[in-house]
């Protein structure tokens, strides 16, 4: 009986387990449906739309789409939305590795089902900027609406290096935001704040190389063009596909690196308040500096699950 018993909560956990999973899963698909859907969308309108869209807000597109993504699945699954955050997330063993390819892939599903969705909402537009020819370079192309292509004055090698760059700077400030640890951003607030960032980045360094900084927003959505009617050009074009495919791991991991070595091993210590210090001596117990308790500055590079095994742990050195 004792052993039946055994093997039944055995099952019962694999099955929440595995429930769980599925849960983050579909949340990392909607939080990141979301954002490309309104990024996308908002690059449809600059290329298609001429005065109806703007560099300006295919930013503001892809920030507060962040930020929608985020208040979407944010305690669910932290919402990374980016395969280069859950990358680092698992490197830096915040989170298990065993979550990484359930992440990535309700990433590039909710990814994938965007750039459908923008297809079908722009189709006709498409067709009528194009003049029914899909192309992926020229002054008609339309590719570019929904994957990141190197311009004429960016090298291959330039732009891989200007991916880590940026990808870095998101991570980095990322954990900024979201450290308890540090100077967090207030309760309620941290997706707002994520989407500015997110502004930010693009209307500063988005110019090189169109500021991929996520595998899960660039990759999937090639994928469709590449089905849909552009062919095999959406690969082969100056040889950059994989870039935004490798460059932003690298970077973000770079950037967490950073935090943790300027920011995260320089905490400012405090002396132990002694109530009694009298007691305290007759004790012998010394009065010697503290270092500032960690358990209750526990950090994420996005809001936190509500499953306490989720909880990341606090940013060290791996």
């Given at each position: 009986?004792?052993?039946?018993?055994?093997?039944?909560?055995?099952?019962?956990?694999?099955?929440?387990?595995?429930?769980?999973?599925?849960?983050?899963a579909?949340?990392?698909?909607?939080?990141t449906?979301?954002?490309v859907?309104?990024?996308?969308?908002?690059?449809?309108?600059?290329?298609?739309?001429?005065?109806?869209?703007?560099?300006?807000a295919?930013n503001?597109?892809?920030?507060?789409g962040?930020?929608?993504?985020?208040?979407?699945?944010?305690?669910?699954?932290?919402?990374?939305?980016?395969?280069a955050?859950?990358?680092?997330?698992?490197?830096?063993?915040?989170?298990?590795?065993?979550?990484?390819?359930?992440?990535?892939?309700?990433?590039?599903?909710?990814?994938?089902?965007?750039?459908?969705?923008?297809y079908?909402?722009?189709?006709?537009?498409?067709?009528?900027?194009?003049?029914g020819?899909?192309?992926?370079?020229?002054?008609t192309?339309?590719?570019?609406?929904?994957?990141?292509?190197?311009?004429?004055?960016?090298?291959?090698?330039?732009?891989?290096?200007?991916?880590?760059a940026?990808t870095?700077?998101?991570q980095?400030?990322?954990?900024?935001?979201?450290?308890?640890?540090?100077?967090?951003?207030?309760?309620?607030?941290?997706?707002?704040?994520?989407?500015?960032?997110?502004?930010?980045?693009?209307?500063?360094?988005?110019?090189n190389?169109?500021?991929?900084i996520?595998?899960?927003?660039?990759?999937?959505?090639?994928?469709?063009t590449?089905?849909?009617?552009?062919?095999?050009?959406?690969?082969?074009?100056r040889d950059?596909?994989?870039v935004?495919?490798?460059?932003?791991?690298?970077?973000?991991?770079?950037?967490?690196?950073?935090?943790a070595?300027?920011?995260?091993f320089?905490?400012?210590?405090?002396?132990?308040?002694?109530?009694?210090?009298?007691?305290?001596?007759?004790?012998?117990?010394?009065?010697?500096p503290?270092?500032?308790?960690?358990?209750?500055?526990?950090?994420?590079?996005?809001?936190v699950s509500?499953?306490?095994?989720?909880?990341p742990?606090v940013l060290?050195?791996?």
């Amino acid at each position: 009986m004792g052993r039946q018993k055994e093997l039944v909560n055995r099952c019962g956990e694999m099955l929440h387990i595995r429930y769980r999973l599925f849960r983050q899963a579909l949340a990392e698909c909607l939080g990141t449906l979301i954002l490309v859907v309104f990024g996308l969308g908002s690059v449809a309108h600059m290329v298609l739309g001429g005065k109806m869209g703007s560099y300006l807000a295919v930013n503001l597109g892809f920030g507060f789409g962040v930020t929608m993504g985020v208040y979407m699945a944010g305690n669910i699954s932290g919402a990374h939305m980016n395969a280069a955050l859950t990358f680092t997330s698992c490197a830096l063993g915040r989170m298990s590795w065993r979550r990484f390819p359930v992440y990535v892939l309700g990433q590039f599903l909710g990814s994938f089902m965007a750039a459908a969705t923008i297809y079908g909402l722009f189709y006709t537009a498409i067709i009528d900027f194009s003049g029914g020819k899909l192309t992926v370079t020229g002054p008609t192309a339309t590719a570019n609406i929904f994957a990141t292509y190197l311009p004429d004055h960016m090298t291959l090698w330039r732009g891989f290096l200007d991916e880590v760059a940026v990808t870095g700077m998101l991570q980095l400030c990322l954990l900024a935001i979201t450290e308890k640890g540090n100077n967090p951003t207030l309760a309620g607030t941290q997706a707002i704040v994520i989407g500015i960032l997110v502004v930010i980045i693009g209307i500063s360094l988005g110019m090189n190389s169109g500021y991929a900084i996520n595998p899960s927003r660039d990759l999937p959505p090639r994928f469709f063009t590449f089905l849909a009617g552009w062919g095999s050009q959406v690969f082969s074009a100056r040889d950059w596909w994989w870039v935004p495919v490798v460059a932003p791991p690298l970077g973000a991991y770079c950037g967490a690196m950073m935090y943790a070595i300027f920011i995260g091993f320089n905490k400012q210590q405090e002396p132990q308040v002694l109530e009694n210090p009298k007691m305290s001596e007759d004790r012998r117990i010394s009065v010697l500096p503290k270092t500032v308790s960690h358990q209750h500055g526990v950090s994420s590079l996005t809001p936190v699950s509500v499953y306490p095994e989720d909880r990341p742990s606090v940013l060290h050195h791996p």
